[in-house]
């Protein structure tokens, strides 16, 4: 009865009043009833947080897949193309969907794949066509501006001690038509062929080396369009968008994207040379670093970032038993 009561007092009483309350000596119950709150008030405000972030990158995720169908739809391509497009879409709905609202099941999901055709090359490549496309459009030119300086100097298009401004003002037409440029030849390339090793000189050209590592004769397997591929493609996009927007260099260092075993865990680790400027340039929201952290978090892993001597890693580490039907 006496909590009854204190319930039907505790409603009667205003916010303020019971601010006031909680500060006189001797009422315990009150600052009991000022903790309760703040502590939902708190989980209200991390819950609504979380949704934010994981709407954020949905969003993000499926620009993409529709950049694809959109440029395929205007060239008239290959209508598999289209189709991949529209299924990576679907299965990235379906895991979003239970990134939100159940833990134990994304888990459950992502253990019970572990057989299929595919790799985690081939999820690589994918991450590869979806990340490239959202960088090459002209609404995000500003995004990559250092590498379409580099490129224009070392062809000779631009004088070798051309600022950035000087580019977008004084030479705007090289910078739109490199952007046109690049656009069209990568989404040809990526109708034409899904082969890592062109893909990576194509890259190489334009911006820096790509260095891979232990993702060959990898023992990971899973199911085309089912939970881990779609998660490790989140994943992998957008560890290397930030490893593409974030990039500087004086000499043209490569990319290293890593994949490693320990024990108990699976690591993907991706570095890559920058700077101070250049990594607190306003080149996004940074909410995807928050969402892959969130995520992380959710399969019982971790995300890391550290900046050290202009050398950029960040690792995303997941247990290892998730990903490997380990061998009696």
Same mark, same amino acid.
């Given at each position: ?28 119950? %009150? ?7 703040? %502590? ?192 490790? =493609? ?9 490893? =593409?927007?974030?990039?500087? %260099? ?63 890693? %960040? ?8 990903? =490997?039907?380990?061998?009696?």
């Amino acid at each position: 009865m006496s909590h009854v009561l204190n319930t039907h007092k505790r409603r009667l009483l205003t916010p303020k009043r019971l601010w006031e309350k909680a500060a006189e000596p001797g009422h315990a119950e %009150a600052q009991d009833y000022l903790l309760e709150d703040i %502590a939902k008030l708190e989980e209200k405000e991390n819950a609504k947080k979380e949704l934010e972030e994981i709407m954020a990158m949905f969003a993000h995720k499926f620009r993409g897949p529709l950049l694809n169908i959109q440029y395929n739809a205007n060239h008239e391509n290959q209508k598999t193309r289209t189709i991949k497009a529209v299924q990576t879409m679907t299965a990235l709905l379906d895991i979003f969907s239970t990134i939100s609202t159940d833990d134990v099941k994304l888990r459950e999901k992502i253990s019970r794949d572990k057989r299929g055709d595919r790799t985690l090359t081939a999820v690589l490549v994918d991450s590869l066509l979806l990340a490239m496309p959202q960088l090459l459009i002209a609404r995000h030119i500003k995004r990559i501006k250092q590498h379409y300086l580099s490129y224009a100097k070392k062809m000779a298009r631009i004088p070798s001690m051309a600022t950035w401004e000087q580019l977008s003002d004084d030479y705007l037409d090289i910078l739109e038509n490199l952007q046109v440029e690049w656009e069209n030849s990568f989404m040809e390339l990526a109708v034409e062929s899904d082969n890592l090793t062109e893909m990576s000189m194509w890259i190489q050209e334009r911006f820096f080396p790509i260095q891979i590592h232990g993702f060959d004769n990898n023992p990971i397997r899973f199911k085309r369009y089912g939970a881990t591929e779609s998660v490790l =493609i989140i994943v992998m996009t957008e560890m290397l968008l930030n490893s =593409i927007k974030y990039y500087s %260099a004086t000499t043209v260092q490569p990319i290293v994207v890593r994949w490693e075993f320990q024990p108990d865990i699976s690591r993907l680790i991706c570095e890559n040379p920058t700077t101070h400027k250049e990594s607190n340039s306003p080149k996004g929201t940074h909410k995807g670093q928050s969402f892959l952290n969130m995520i992380a978090r959710k399969l019982g892993g971790n995300f890391t970032t550290i900046l050290k001597q202009n050398r950029y890693t %960040a690792e995303f580490n997941l247990p290892r038993h998730l990903l =490997i039907e380990e061998k009696i």
